[in-house]
């Protein structure tokens, strides 16, 4: 375990999440730290896990960064289930809910649902500052972990270049969770698109790419997320991209999107992905891409989309 170095844990989990009480007993929690641990490890490797876990328990200065990267989000996601589990105490005549009348109330369950999110959001953003820490790092066993290797091979590498492309708020886990389905649509579709000089398009850097890799790029990624919505793999699309693409009259931000929105969505993006393939194909030809500038009003065009 990467917390309680002389017993301190639970004044460590204070400093990480900055609401958990340095009194509280550090051993009611440890199961939760247990088990965020291997949702983190699951994402990072094993062996990265241990590396840095490995610094922690050596007293390396030199890695207290990377360590507390670490930590925080085992922290966050551990104190949030604690917290939710302790809504109600487990006793042996049933559940209760114990309550000074005086100075606490009960909060609403849209309070419950508001703290739940703002919890998850900085778990959230706490894994991406770590997953952007190791890309930087000179921690070989990340570079040689699966995920880091797979990545390698398309034409889209991190999330940093992804939100180039398309708009996930920089998030890496989010990129990550997405490589799947960008390995698919690359091989299956964009690359068969392109044709030959393809491996000549993967070695270009995107601060000084040529349109070709721009569309190549554009249309991956659009793929990529079409795909995950149609398979609905809700949890990867961060909060917010679904109803910045489709806006109901009068719908909150907060509104869940329903299956008809997310269909939709997803059908814009393959028509968008298809525009930006042919797009590619025009650029690695060398071909002008003509634009009419003037809108087109043959009668016979009924379609309109609001």
Known sequence: MIFNKNNNGSRELRELTGNYYATNDFSKITGEINAATDEITELISQP?????????????????????????????????????????????????????QDNEKLPWQWQLDRDDA?????????????????????IQQWKDSKAYKQSQQLIIRNGESFE??????????????????????????????????????LTED???ETAAHYAACKAVALLAMSTALRRNQLQLIPAGVIRTY????????????????????????????????DEMKRARDGATVERNIMPNNDPRNKFMRL
């Open 48 to 100: 990265v896990y241990a590396t840095i876990e490995g610094y922690y328990k050596s007293d390396n200065s030199d890695k207290a960064d990377i360590i507390r990267k670490l930590q925080r989000p085992i922290a966050l996601l551990a104190t949030l289930r604690l917290y939710q589990k302790n809504d109600l105490s487990h006793e042996d005549s049933g559940r209760k809910v114990k309550l000074d």
């Open 206 to 208: 995107n601060d000084d």
């Open 246 to 277: 489709v806006a109901e009259s009068g719908a909150m931000n907060s509104t869940p999107a329903t299956l008809a929105d997310i269909r939709l969505l997803a059908e814009w993006m393959a028509d968008d992905a298809a525009t930006w393939i």
């Open 118 to 138: 703002i919890h998850l959001e900085e778990y959230y953003k706490a894994v991406d500052i770590l997953i952007r820490a190791l890309n930087s790092s000179d």
């Open 164 to 201: 180039s492309y398309f708009p996930i708020q920089r998030s890496e886990r989010t990129y990550l969770l997405l490589v799947p389905f960008i390995r698919e649509v690359q091989r299956l579709q964009v690359e068969r698109a392109y044709g030959a000089g393809w491996s000549a398009l």
